[in-house]
């Protein structure tokens, strides 16, 4: 089954960190631009982070800059998103998106910021 699954989500106290991970099952991501997105409840989803196939491109949103940061492990077939200082704000079902000659998504995983 082709699918991406995301893993690392969980209840963290503001200003804390999560690192969420996003493996791929049964294809490569090696030809595939990934991509962080989330949605918190009664939002739109909203683009969080995303990394070219080379690695060597990332793009962030104004309200994670400087606090998340996107990477792959292509021998591993996984997207991370480390996640610093995290507040409130943050929380939200963290999605993962791989684009190539098809798009997946990931089903997601919660991450809940709260004291």
């Known amino acids: 089954q082709l699918q991406l699954v995301e893993s690392g989500g969980g209840l963290v106290q503001p200003g804390g960190s999560l690192r969420l991970s996003c493996a791929a099952s049964?294809?490569?991501?090696?030809?595939?631009?990934l991509g962080w997105f989330r949605q918190a409840p009664g939002k739109e989803r909203e683009g969080v982070s995303c990394i070219s196939v080379s690695g060597g491109s990332t793009y962030y949103a104004d309200s994670v800059k400087g606090r998340f940061t996107i990477s792959r492990d292509n021998a591993k077939n996984t997207v991370y998103l480390q996640m610093i200082s995290l507040k409130p704000e943050d929380t939200a079902v963290y999605y993962c998106l791989g684009v190539f000659d098809h798009d997946y998504w990931g089903h997601g995983t919660q991450v809940t910021v709260s004291s």
């Open positions: 049964g294809f490569t991501l090696d030809y595939y631009a």
